[in-house]
């Protein structure tokens, strides 16, 4: 009940549903998973220092984490809050007060999600709370001697990556100078100067108005979600979810290149793509080649 590897490969297995429902298209179930497993790799280091100190101050649960038989009373570990400040004297970055907030916004969203009618991992943004939940992870995977990516599933830090610094203030200061900078710049150019450098893009091509100028310019959108493959009738079924995380004004010269930038510029899109494959065209090199006779020629005399 107090070792820190159980801890710490409960964790895992934990993290490993997480990714499972992730590749199915299951967002919600596996933002669950992880905040379930999240519990568990908090308490790890406690345990490794001693497990004394995960135990409750009621009844003998202490003495059932020093090893010794308490009978039929049931143990009890402390609140996850307690964890969290208990932490702050074992591992590194503890004692700063975001994390410390973190710890809490992170405990809050896996109850609400669990003991009342509301679904906060539906309704409540990914940037607002995956970023924080990638960076907490990493310190307590640094200080048990590994890393983030031994715990959490590549694709998810990958979309976690995109999203930091969504809430970044200073984030949003700069790229309101960046804004007002092209703006001044576009405000001086000649009508037959913005003409040269306007692009008429194409219906396919995502676009949308410069905050800066007002004109046309590319959005990039990266897949930050892959769910597997699936049949279905003839086709073979696959989703992506993509985020922005590119602009590029050919007017004014604006130019934005992360997730973050875009949510302060007010162009952040996320958007669900479903592509379709026909199994038969998919596979007809393989069934032609496979169908071919390769061996000994014979007469049919």
């Not at 969290?84 to 907030?101: N, S």
Request: one cysteine or more; proline letters at 4%; charged letters at 25%.
């Amino acid at each position: 009940m107090w070792d820190h590897q159980q801890f710490s490969a409960k964790a895992k297995l934990y993290f490993g549903r997480a990714e499972d429902s992730y590749e199915a298209d299951d967002n919600d179930q596996s933002y669950l998973w992880l905040l379930l497993g999240f519990e568990f790799l908090l308490r790890a280091p406690l345990a490794k220092a001693s497990p004394v100190l995960l135990a409750s101050h009621d009844g003998n649960s202490a003495l059932h984490a020093a090893g010794i038989d308490i009978g039929n009373e049931i143990p009890r570990s402390i609140a996850t809050s307690l964890v969290a400040r208990r932490l702050a004297h074992l591992v590194d970055g503890f004692r700063i007060e975001q994390t410390q907030k973190d710890v809490i916004l992170l405990t809050n969203i896996r109850n609400e999600e669990l003991h009342t009618a509301s679904s906060p991992l539906r309704n409540l943004p990914t940037h607002k709370w995956l970023p924080k939940l990638m960076h907490v992870v990493s310190l307590l995977a640094t200080h048990l001697g590994e890393t983030v990516n031994d715990y959490i599933p590549e694709q998810i830090i990958a979309h976690a990556e995109h999203l930091k610094g969504v809430e970044d203030k200073a984030i949003r200061a700069e790229v309101a100078k960046l804004i007002a900078k092209h703006k001044d710049f576009a405000e001086n150019l000649k009508d037959d100067e913005v003409n040269n450098r306007k692009v008429e893009y194409p219906r396919w091509i995502p676009a949308a108005d410069c905050p800066a100028c007002g004109i046309p310019g590319k959005l990039t959108f990266s897949t930050v979600h892959r769910s597997r493959e699936h049949v279905e009738a003839d086709q073979i079924i696959s989703e992506e979810r993509q985020i922005t995380t590119g602009f590029e004004c050919t007017v004014c010269g604006l130019a934005l290149e992360s997730a973050a930038q875009l949510h302060a510029a007010d162009l952040y899109e996320a958007r669900d793509t479903t592509s379709a494959e026909d199994i038969a065209e998919k596979y007809a090199d393989y069934f032609e080649s496979s169908h071919e006779y390769d061996g000994p020629e014979y007469m049919d005399d």
